[in-house]
């Protein structure tokens, strides 16, 4: 009777167990968004073209796509060129870690992962 | 005995394991789908288990799309013709719009795409049309009136529902995505934002509005409960000529790019063709406009004004829901 209590995982050990549960958990949400926040995805017409880990890159490369051409950069993604007359895309700048670049006439979003907002959603 | 404990503990931590999963994905499950329509980048998201109900909103948007753009010929209504009986999705926005002009002594009209088509907001290649052209355009422009369900028109007439088509549309989406079990959703039609319902959480949805001056950046957030938020702006579609810049919501008095002292009005209003309507309708009038209308009571809506000199007036239903994320904008001041 003794030794299947000596056996027996204590309340301590429970607890332990427990918390270790909980704390995994949330290392395990905070490590995903972490190295999810620099995740870029490319799309063109609905179709997924590319997803590229930013903090990956060290070398700057084009993505060449029908009408447009995407610089990615150490850290850093942006349109680099477009064949359309506004240009408005090409203007957009750089992403870092947030944000959309959408190309309109060519139908291309360039975003990134889990990009987190004050706002659910912007007018205007 | 000891070992039923124990095993009940080991059963007690694998549903304490599900549990936390069931927290981490299933209250908050969010599904977002992205698609282009109606000439512009279109997002919508809903909350909880949406099942097709998305891929159907896009669709009930798609099939207006197709139906509403003047700028197809063969769209529905750009065939429609004098003593036509009008269809359900031409006529409902027909008679927001029908209604809003009716109060705003014009302000807003769907019979200029002529003029705009002048000017190139339709192709994009930009040019000022001549005092003589635009004369000539607005006088030919037609009108038309609609009775018993019928269309009637003069000759010339091209009718044009783009002013209220992404209101419209996101009315539709919502009744589409409502009819499929969907109770919490956010949809944003290129800037025209609708939500269905609350947050899962209960909680107001924030909507941000676009700085004017820097549309990437935004002036303030809106704390909302189910309703449209639409922006009507000169920042959004403008070119520069001779160091001038024309934008493309046009007085229909002058058939030149409305001079109302305005940057941007934002119109709240549960009805999403209503606040589009409208808010083209409000940039034509001005403040002073905005406010005679908003007295009289005769639309159910709230109104977010930037004015020129960078100052932020807001009607009464939007007080204590403004929070200014731009400090070079004046702090909210009641439109009086």
Not at chain 2, 57 to 85: C, F, H, M, Y
Not at chain 2, 145 to 174: E, H
Request: hydrophobic share 40%; proline share 4%; charged share 20%.
């Amino acid at each position: 009777m003794k030794r299947i209590h000596s056996r027996s995982p204590s309340n301590k050990f429970w607890i332990a167990v427990f918390a270790a549960v909980i704390v995994l958990c949330i290392a395990f949400i905070l490590l995903s968004k972490m190295f999810s926040g620099h995740v870029a995805v490319i799309t063109q017409d609905g179709k997924e073209i590319a997803q590229i880990d930013l903090s990956r890159v060290t070398e700057s490369y084009t993505i060449p796509l029908e009408g447009n051409v995407i610089l990615v950069e150490p850290g850093a993604i942006r349109m680099h060129s477009a064949n359309c007359p506004d240009q408005i895309c090409v203007h957009q700048g750089v992403l870092h870690d947030t944000g959309r670049i959408v190309c309109l006439p060519n139908r291309v979003i360039i975003e990134m992962k889990h990009t987190k907002t004050q706002a659910d959603a912007k007018a205007g | 005995m000891r070992c039923i404990v124990w095993k009940n503990k080991t059963a007690l931590l694998v549903v304490f394991c599900l549990l936390l999963c069931c927290c981490g994905c299933g209250q908050n499950k969010k599904e977002t789908i992205h698609f282009f329509s109606m000439d512009t980048i279109m997002d919508i998201t809903a909350y909880g288990d949406s099942g097709e109900a998305l891929q159907l909103a896009r669709d009930t948007i798609e099939s207006l799309d197709a139906a509403l753009n003047a700028a197809d010929p063969q769209s529905a209504v750009s065939v429609l013709k004098d003593g036509d009986v009008l269809p359900k999705i031409i006529s409902e926005p027909l008679e927001t719009a029908q209604a809003i002009a009716a109060q705003t002594n014009g302000a807003l009209d769907l019979t200029l795409y002529p003029l705009s088509d002048a000017w190139g907001f339709f192709t994009k290649e930009y040019r000022v049309p001549s005092a003589k052209e635009i004369r000539s355009l607005l006088q030919s422009r037609g009108s038309f009136t609609v009775r018993d369900g019928v269309y009637a028109c003069t000759a010339g007439t091209k009718l044009d529902l783009g002013s209220v088509a992404k209101g419209y549309a996101a009315d539709c989406a919502v009744q589409t995505l409502r009819e499929n079990g969907v109770n919490s959703a956010i949809l944003a039609l290129g800037g025209n934002v609708q939500t269905l319902g609350t947050k899962p959480d209960g909680s107001d949805w924030v909507v941000s509005v676009a700085d004017p001056l820097q549309p990437d950046e935004t002036v303030c957030n809106l704390r909302v409960g189910e309703t449209a938020v639409v922006t009507s702006g000169s920042y959004q579609r403008n070119f520069t000529q001779d160091g001038k810049t024309y934008h493309h919501i046009l007085s229909p008095q002058t058939g030149m790019p409305a001079e109302s002292g305005l940057l941007s009005v934002t119109v709240l209003c549960e009805n999403g063709a209503m606040a589009d309507g409208l808010s083209t309708a409000l940039f034509v009038l001005g403040a002073e406009g905005i406010k005679e209308l908003y007295e009289r009571h005769v639309f159910s809506f709230d109104a977010l004004v930037i004015t020129e000199d960078r100052s932020v007036y807001i009607t009464d239903g939007l007080t204590d829901r403004v929070e200014m994320t731009d400090e070079t904008y004046t702090q909210p001041k009641p439109l009086k």
